[in-house]
């Protein structure tokens, strides 16, 4: 029965990463449609960020009361009415009211499933956790492309999203029995200790670094997610089905690149981990950069995907060693808040960028963010030495 509910979990955080992509990969297409600025993609991004960030807030009170399979399960569901919304809108301002319910699932999706695994599940399932959301976000772009493609619209697209997501919420509601049988670990047998206030997670010495370090990386990945697609339409005239294609390079990375650290990790440590993902994203943002056309995008977009794949999640498993076990769930907490926050606030900054400046800065601004979170680890690391 273990074993059963963990595959399920898995399915529900590839069910989590199946949306995640579709907005980046389907926006060349939607903002012409509906004759709107480029930059209009900031302002859904910016709505379903704001939405997961409340989510993730009331996740604790909201599974205290339900449980985590049922907030899993609703939370789905809640996705699927969403993506179903989109399918059948043609208005920008109607898609603003339907990005309510898909960024309040999409948080009560991550919140639930990453504290079950941590209380319930050993460590080394929180980077194939992860992986499944990689497989899910490869497969959003390719399934849109497709749909593009084939003639049949964006609005196809996300019909086919969120008939996936139907599907995956009626197993969730299925095996709601399945979550009652906890499995006994350590993990659930400690005392969680007093609740750590805001103000009190700043004051440990090395918080606000990996807090800036979680916001700078998210506001790189989260980035490179909305903005990709455009970026090659626009600076390097592919069409729009060509791009969402390329586009999905940077999730498939992700995937792989998880799958293979979950296995990594049991001889390196989460510090070399970290420090060689960012090399690589170092890496694919130069080779992104030249004047390679289509074959340089190809690559580029890969390696940065290869390389923030074991960050997210060797962030997370680093710190109780950086902070200590009795401060580890009320900073892992505050860590998710700093990065729902560089979801929702970078993209939109750099939306204003593209459209009263130029696109062709995607690569400076994704270098930007990974230069100064790059600084924000290696500073904690300096401190922790010591």
Request: glycine share 10%; proline share 4%.
């Amino acid at each position: 029965m273990v074993h059963l509910l963990l595959a399920i979990i898995y399915l529900s955080f590839i069910s989590l990463g199946l949306p995640d992509s579709l907005l980046g990969a389907a926006w060349p297409s939607m903002y012409t449609q509906m004759s709107v600025p480029v930059s209009y993609a900031g302002i859904l991004s910016l709505l379903i960020s704001a939405g997961t960030i409340v989510s993730s807030l009331l996740s604790d009170r909201v599974t205290r009361k339900l449980g985590a399979g049922a907030v899993t399960a609703v939370s789905v569901a809640m996705t699927a009415a969403a993506l179903f919304g989109f399918s059948v809108t043609k208005s920008f301002w109607l898609l603003l009211l339907w990005a309510i319910p898909y960024g309040l699932g999409a948080g009560g999706v991550d919140a639930a499933l990453n504290n079950y695994v941590a209380l319930h599940f050993a460590s080394r399932h929180m980077s194939w956790l992860h992986c499944m959301w990689g497989v899910g976000a490869s497969i959003g772009p390719y399934i849109m492309g497709c749909a593009l493609t084939g003639g049949q619209g964006w609005q196809m697209g996300y019909r086919y999203i969120a008939l996936i997501q139907i599907l995956l919420s009626a197993v969730l509601f299925l095996s709601l029995p399945l979550w009652q049988r906890r499995p006994d670990t350590e993990a659930g047998k400690k005392d969680g200790g007093q609740p750590l206030s805001l103000k009190q997670v700043c004051s440990i010495a090395g918080a606000r670094e990996i807090l800036l370090a979680f916001f700078c990386y998210c506001a790189m990945e989260q980035t490179t997610i909305l903005w990709a697609s455009t970026y090659l339409v626009r600076h390097l005239n592919l069409s729009p089905e060509d791009a969402a294609s390329l586009a999905s390079l940077f999730f498939l990375g992700i995937t792989a690149g998880r799958a293979v650290s979950g296995f990594l990790t049991c001889k390196w440590s989460d510090r070399d981990m970290i420090r060689l993902g960012q090399f690589i994203v170092i890496l694919g943002i130069g080779v992104l950069a030249l004047p390679l056309g289509r074959s340089g995008a190809m690559v580029g977009l890969l390696l940065v995907g290869l390389g923030c794949a074991p960050i997210y999640p060797c962030i997370i498993h680093s710190t109780p060693a950086h902070f200590g076990a009795e401060n580890a769930q009320a900073i892992i907490g505050v860590q998710m808040a700093s990065a729902y926050v560089g979801s929702l606030l970078m993209p939109p900054v750099f939306g204003l960028i593209a459209n009263h400046i130029s696109i062709a800065l995607f690569p400076a601004f994704l270098a930007a963010a990974t230069a100064v979170m790059i600084l924000m680890c290696e500073r904690l690391n300096r401190m922790k030495q010591h």
